[in-house]
């Protein structure tokens, strides 16, 4: 890890590690800038390790930034096959790289069958069987995008919603609005849990990942671990292998 700076870029938010730092931020549009505050010149990165699932432009701006300040940047993709996780994508790089570093560091650490839940700008949820193989999994937006949606489309203040998730029946709107929020998300998990225990047998290994998690962890039902660095111990490992 010495001199290189592991970097997940998200939609909304963008996560670190190296160089004896680590964090998480909203990046509103113009990710990076905090590096310039937190890293002193001399200490800047020689290498980045990047995921991102932000749009081209924005993992464009970020790149140039980062090359502008002599850092070598490596962007990673998903692929077919890596540390005994196989890719269930046709296309694997299709796949988003946060999924897959997700899956391949869970796996690492425990084997399969597990499920890994990333709770988010966006909820993804994946399986990988006790051979290794990603079953596949699925996507909806996550509590942050349904407020979002609900404040465009109606007249609910959505700034007075609670993020909290309590699994309380709402008696004013907005409690009832983040009471449907949290339902539509806990219920989505246990339906692709189910769904893999059908086809996999027991899911011995749950894991949750994701801003929203801590929000949820209480409300899932059977033993889940919450992995809030995951996806970087993911893109660390994926940066190893193909070294």
Known sequence: MDGRLIVNLGSRSLAWRGLGLEGRESHKGAPGRCFFDMVPLESWPREVI???VATVSLTADLVSMLRRHGARVRELRSAQSVSGVRNAYTVPEQ????RWAALVAAYRQC????????????VTLDVVDGEGRHRGGGIAPGMGLMRDALAMGTRVDVESIQPEASGQLGCTTEMAVAYGIESAILGMIQRLVDQAEVSCGPISYRWLTGGEAP???ARLEGNWRHAPQLVLDG???LADSFE
């Open 50 to 52: 990047l995921g991102s």
């Open 95 to 98: 796949l988003g790289i946060d």
């Open 111 to 122: 084997g399969g069958p597990l499920v890994v839940a990333d709770c988010g700008t966006a």
């Open 215 to 217: 929000k949820l962890a």
């Open 235 to 237: 893109l660390e490992l």
